[in-house]
């Protein structure tokens, strides 16, 4: 299998066309534009955005636009790959906004990004709506033009913490491991307190770099501490390398809980049977109870996805989805494509949306119950909401070999 | 003192792993003056290779690893021939750009043909130990250790007994002295390069094992093989083997008694710390 350079070259640049989005079409009307992960270590994310964003628009369009002062406009998507570069991003939204003269902003995946991100959109006074960041810090910095669908970092793991007070001989230690960047950092900051305050015995608290691909020797201190219960902010990556590495330490606490991956179809994929017991959380299931305006409902959304895009949508797609309807119900309501008169339509925003009630709070982030789910028997079962208890949690978790 | 010896454990097991996943890298950092920044890469192709194996023809991961090394040979042979070659006697700035080139080339590649989806390779035992006294030993662990073991004293042993080896190792040293005693550079500096993937590819398959695999694993696996060649020296596999069990080591240690936070800390400090103290590596220069 000789691969000659022309070749290599060949398909480099066919790679670049395939990965280029068809370039907006000038005639259209309001063109929304957004900078996302395609390509790099986040690429598997990113896509949600990217698909949910262009499901929404087709859509929306399909139903026959926006409407601005009587007239139907219609919806176009500007859309960029960041190579999961923060940096590019930057750089991609700055050209977003001065040279393709883009009407609105749409956000790309997590918190580092939508951080940086939210400065161009502040600078140049055009809102943005992201569904990808959720730490507390992008919204604590007292900007205008940026809002949020994804519920606050700082309470990812409330719902958690207040099931495992609820089970039956609830877990008493508590090992809190989190990752170094600003969402993670975030929901470690809001779970040590919830944790304090429900009365559990934090036994560790340690921080971890970014891109650690082996966890044995925390997972060891997990062991020999007799840790109950395990909590892990971090990226879906590190995750599938903790429950690997468990797995192959035989090290099982009484629950494991997960910011990431859980609600995702690829972690379940990947881990295969050994994903069952982990428990997460999602502020979103497909569920027909969430009414929505262009897809009738949230399962009738998800449905719709997954047959054009050939995987299961999670959270991350829902919230996107909902950002381009945040932004369209903006437009009508504000009467115009004023970048201001948008941005106080936005956070006045009320409205039933797939992915749940779309209202910001003062600072523009959402604030949305997680549910806690888990996964049994290679499914996605939601175990607990504000009601309490839904589908009965496997709890504790079986040993290994016991499984 | 169970945690202090389960965590060193942890630490001598992972470094058998990134002791072959340097192999390749130090082998053609050697030999031919290339640092291959698309080394990672090449780990990557290895992984996928074997989780395909596994996944489609049901082939056991250590089994299909001597697979995976003949695909991944052959690879290297021909991006060699075809492509470094083209470049051997450029500046090393020159290399450093084509191999990195190369990377970014390979990694997107490898996102259009297998997506970025996480893939990892799961056998049955999986999730099998070893009972050491107060010590579990994974046995995928165990096994990787093992052929890294049995690698890493292959390839020294091929590099000083074997005709083959010699002629690798006196290229190393003076090519000109090579070619006046009839060593064909070419096809010889191929035949490394293509020995270095091998290794390379066969790493990959120890690493889906125990972690997991997508397009975007290689720039991490390039810096830390870089780190494990420093430190353990270039020109002697066991240098390599030291090197990666010291990092292995360290990062645990660091892990338990400092945090985890500072993990690439102290393993880049070593770095430096060796290219002052022993720029030849830990054992320094063997001939």
Redesign the interface.
């Known amino acids: ?5 022309s070749l ?1 070259l060949s ?2 640049f066919a ?1 670049i066309v ?1 990965m280029t989005p068809a370039a907006a079409a000038l005639a259209q009307d309001i063109v929304l534009g957004a900078s996302v992960q395609l ?3 986040v ?2 994310t990113g ?1 949600y955005y990217r698909d949910a964003y262009q499901m929404a628009i087709d859509k929306i369009n399909a139903d026959g636009g926006v409407k601005v002062d009587g007239k139907a406009h219609k919806l176009a998507l500007k859309l960029y790959d960041n190579q ?1 570069d923060v940096n590019l991003s930057v750089r991609q939204y700055t050209q977003l906004v001065t040279q393709d003269k883009v009407n609105l902003l749409l956000g790309g995946f997590a918190s580092n990004f939508q951080l940086a991100d939210s400065v161009v959109s502040e600078k140049y006074k055009i809102p943005m709506v992201q569904g990808g960041g959720a730490s507390n810090e992008i919204f604590s910095r007292g900007f205008k033009y940026i809002f949020g669908t994804l519920a606050p970092a700082s309470n990812y793991f409330g719902s958690t913490i207040q099931m495992m007070k609820a089970l039956k001989d609830p877990p008493k230690s508590v090992a809190l491991l989190y990752a ?1 960047d600003s969402f993670d950092v975030s929901t470690a900051d809001g779970t040590r307190a919830l944790l304090k305050s429900a009365g559990f015995n934090l036994v560790m608290d ?4 970014s ?4 966890f ?3 997972l ?2 997990v ?2 501490k007799n840790v109950d219960a395990v909590l892990v902010a971090g990226h ?2 590190e995750i ?2 903790f429950v ?2 468990a ?4 090290i099982a606490p009484k629950l494991y809980s997960f910011t990431v991956g859980v609600p995702s179809e ?2 379940r ?4 049977k ?1 994903a069952d017991y982990a428990f997460g959380m999602t502020a979103w299931l497909p569920e027909a109870s969430l009414k929505d305006r262009w897809f009738g409902d949230a399962e009738q959304f998800a449905k719709a996805y997954k047959a054009k895009y050939g995987y299961d949508p999670d959270y991350h797609a829902a919230s996107g989805a909902a950002d381009v309807e945040a932004l369209v119900m903006a437009i009508e309501k504000a009467g115009s494509l004023n970048p201001q008169k948008v941005r106080d339509a936005l956070a006045s925003s009320q409205f039933d949306s797939l992915y749940g009630p779309i209202a910001f709070a003062a600072n523009g982030q959402i604030n949305l119950p997680q549910l806690v789910i888990q996964v049994q028997n290679g499914q996605v079962a939601e175990v607990y909401n504000a009601k309490g208890f839904v589908t009965p949690p496997k709890y504790p978790m079986p040993a ?2 016991a499984r | 003192m ?2 202090l010896a ?2 060193l454990a ?2 001598i ?2 470094g058998g792993l990134y002791a072959v996943m340097a192999l390749g890298l130090a082998l053609v950092w050697g030999v031919l003056n290339i640092v291959n920044l698309a080394h990672g890469s090449f780990i990557m192709l290895g992984a996928y290779c074997s989780w395909h194996l596994f996944h489609y023809l049901h082939v056991d991961p250590f089994l299909g690893l001597p697979i995976t090394a003949v ?1 991944m040979f ?2 290297g042979y ?2 060699q ?3 470094l070659n ?1 470049i051997v006697r450029a500046p090393m700035f020159n290399t450093l750009l084509l191999t990195f080139g ?1 990377d970014v ?1 390979l990694t ?2 490898a ?2 043909a297998f ?6 390779i ?1 056998p049955g035992y ?2 099998s ?1 070893v009972h050491w006294g107060p010590m ?1 030993l ?4 165990l096994g990787a250790f093992a052929v890294a073991l049995a690698l890493t004293v292959g390839m020294w042993l091929f590099l000083l007994h074997t005709r083959l080896g010699r002629a690798i190792r006196a290229t190393a040293q003076n090519l000109v002295a090579a070619r006046l005693h009839g060593v064909e550079p070419r096809h010889l500096y191929a035949l490394t390069f293509a020995i270095g993937i091998a290794l390379a590819g066969t790493a990959g398959g120890l690493y889906g094992t ?3 695999i ?1 397009p ?2 290689g720039a ?1 696996l390039t810096l830390k093989s870089f780190a494990i060649a420093i430190i353990g020296g270039l020109d002697n596999p066991l240098g390599v083997l030291v090197g990666g069990l010291f990092l292995g080591v360290v ?2 240690l660091t ?2 008694y400092v ?6 800390v102290a393993s880049f400090g070593i770095l430096a710390l060796v290219l002052i103290v022993r720029p030849t590596g830990l054992l320094g220069r063997t001939t």
């Open positions: 299998m000789q691969l000659k350079p290599l398909s480099f790679a395939a390509t790099g270590p690429a598997n896509r999961s170094d340690e921080r971890y770099s891109n650690t691909s082996d044995s020797t925390l060891s201190q062991k020999a879906e990556t599938l390398n690997r590495n797995k192959s330490l035989a690829d972690f994929k990947a881990l295969g050994d290994w070999n | 169970d945690l389960q965590v942890n630490g097991l992972l695909v052959a690879l021909g991006v021939r075809g492509l083209l190369l080339v997107y590649l996102q259009l997506s970025a989806d996480f893939r990892a799961n999986a999730g130990q579990v994974p046995l995928v662990r125990v972690s997991q997508n975007y694993i991490s990062e645990a892990t338990l945090g985890p936070t500072f993990v690439d």
